[in-house]
């Protein structure tokens, strides 16, 4: 399979059907990487850049915001 796909009962199933933040992913529990709007955690999970700042809509795992909703911009990793 390739890297966004897990092998699952000899079948590639989307990582991203097992979680829909996900990218990549080493099992059916753990990410290795997250989609747009969601970062990659300590934990190997995918939580919404808008945990970061409500306003968040891009992030890094640093966690840091790198986009904005409209009206906002980064500043520090965040939204101001």
Known sequence: CIS????VSDTCTLCST???AW???????YATSCNSGYY?????LCPPCSTI????TTCTATPAC?????????SSGTCA
């Open 4 to 7: 966004t796909y897990l092998v």
């Open 18 to 20: 097992y979680n829909t």
């Open 23 to 29: 990218n990549e992913c080493v099992n059916t529990t």
């Open 40 to 44: 990659l955690n300590s934990s190997n």
């Open 53 to 56: 700042h409500a306003n968040c």
């Open 66 to 74: 790198t986009a904005c909703n409209s009206y906002y911009f980064v």
